[in-house]
């Protein structure tokens, strides 16, 4: 399996403009995360699905951002317009269904290698 | 609410030295407790977990002891490299509200440890 896939890597873009961050799961896993990554803030939980519905968005910082997840297979982060305090990593993770929390693969999150957004 | 609690970094030690980075917790419920590992450049992956009290979880000679009466979670290991440099982030879940579903992790602050030869 090639892992947590997310798009693009790096993303350098001017105040106001909009930026879309992209995500593929792993295959069969049913939860997907999304988490912002800065200095100042540490990571910070956005936004989760559970069967691609949204369960918990109460980290979303404003309205200038949304999530979205069409599909099992693919997710989408929009900020729209995009200012300079949004600059971060985000990651997408996502984990595997779980019969039992107690088991061994239960709530572990496998992490996708980040977005790098730069906002001028 | 849940939260988790690190020792500020960086933690900076020579090779084979010991290492200790402390976490606490404080939970609703009864948590299962995980230590996530970032390389520079990478995504957080997971080093290792415990699931009940005094579960003990180990990898790669790192090794973390659920200790429910002190609500500790420190990492150690007893010989570190220079390839151990690296962010350490200790997290926590609780139950699912819903079966067949993950419910979010809350992570600490994360400590950077740097080794040098």
């Known amino acids: 399996d090639a892992g947590v896939i997310q798009s693009p890597r790096h993303e350098v873009t001017e105040m106001g403009q909009e930026v879309t961050l992209r995500c593929k799961p792993i295959s069969g896993h049913n939860s997907l995360f999304w988490y912002r990554q800065t200095m100042m803030r540490g990571l910070e939980l956005l936004i989760y699905f559970n069967n691609n519905v949204p369960i918990d968005d109460s980290g979303m910082p404003e309205d200038r951002f949304s999530a979205k997840m069409p599909n099992a297979s693919f997710s989408t982060l929009k900020i729209q317009p995009s200012e300079p305090r949004d600059s971060a990593v985000y990651f997408c993770?996502?984990?595997?269904?779980?019969?039992?929390?107690?088991?061994?693969?239960?709530?572990?999150?496998?992490f996708g290698a980040g977005s790098r957004l730069t906002v001028l | 609410g849940n939260s988790v609690t690190q020792m500020e970094g960086p933690v900076t030690l020579s090779e084979e030295a010991f290492l200790t980075i402390n976490c606490t917790y404080t939970a609703t419920g009864y948590p299962s407790l995980f230590w996530y590992v970032q390389y520079p450049g990478e995504g957080l992956q997971l080093l290792l977990k415990a699931t009940k009290a005094d579960d003990k979880g180990s990898n790669k000679g790192f090794e973390a002891t659920y200790r429910k009466e002190t609500t500790s979670f420190h990492l150690e290991k007893g010989s570190v490299q220079v390839s151990d440099s690296a962010v350490y982030f200790c997290a926590l879940t609780v139950e699912p509200q819903h079966t067949g579903t993950a419910s979010k992790l809350t992570f600490g602050t994360g400590t950077r440890l740097q080794v040098t030869l």
């Open positions: 993770a996502s984990s595997h269904p779980i019969r039992g929390s107690r088991l061994p693969g239960a709530n572990v999150l496998t």
